[in-house]
């Protein structure tokens, strides 16, 4: 990637904070807008007139909020998505992080190409270390007793699963895997964990203290809620609209936590370090 790249970054929140920072300090110009104030030689930016100009633009992850809004929970005003991709040009380098279809349609629409970098294998990898440890510290907070000792029950067997079922395990928490393929729970068995199908939870879950899932699919719903211990803490770490219902939890008055972009809250500086080099990949992928 050559230096001195002229950067936008257009709503987001502590990571693209810390992302500017970053990237001004390798040198390039970088203009932020709805970030708040900018330090370190990163310029604030009021309107989106000169965006057009810029060699990339960097909008956040998710991209979108609800109501056709751009996600910039840091900004003075809501930015709507339609008046950001109209200050766009076609041709530009756009990354944005988590782009849903009506996004993408919006972006098309605009002769617009948004480049995904929520969807790049060495971002969701980096990312499962400081969500993994968000969990660790929620379920540290929440849960009525140790962790060591306790029996934990991690939902899913992917990037996130492997990188939280061994961290549990490293407090002394007996830890049990539930997944669907067959091989994930040949692997969370063959390093020592236990193991269910996660279609054939339910009469196996009374035993639990803590039940964290990343699985994106409902897996928790009331019946399997009622199976837990009234006072087993419940974390969903899936995207939304997550495994569990949220609803059946509050009925039974379980402690149920929906822990959403836990990078951006835990590790604010770490998530922005692989911002960086995941967009330094894609545009030296682009040539640029």
Known sequence: MKHELDIWLIGG?????????????????VHTLGLGPATGGVREERELAGAALADCVVLPLPAAAPGGR?????AEKPLPMEAVFAALRPGQIICAGRVDDATQAMARDRGLVLHDYFA??????????????GAIQIAL????????????LVIGYGRLGRALAPRLAGLGAKVSVAARKYADLAWAEGFGFGTEHTGELKGWLCGYDLVVNTAPALVLGKEELEELKPECVVIDLASLPGGVDFAAAKALGMKAVQALSLPGK???????????????????????
């Open 120 to 133: 790049r294998e060495e971002l969701a990898v980096a990312n499962a270390v400081p969500t993994a440890e």
């Open 266 to 288: 835990v590790a604010p500086a770490t998530a922005a370090a692989y911002l960086r080099s995941t967009i330094c990949h894609i545009l030296h992928e682009l040539g640029v």
């Open 141 to 152: 907070e929440e849960m009525p007793v140790t962790l060591h000792g306790s029996r934990a």
């Open 70 to 74: 751009l996600n910039a929970p840091l």
């Open 13 to 29: 929140d502590r990571r693209q904070v810390r992302l500017a920072g970053l990237l001004a300090e390798d040198g390039h110009s």
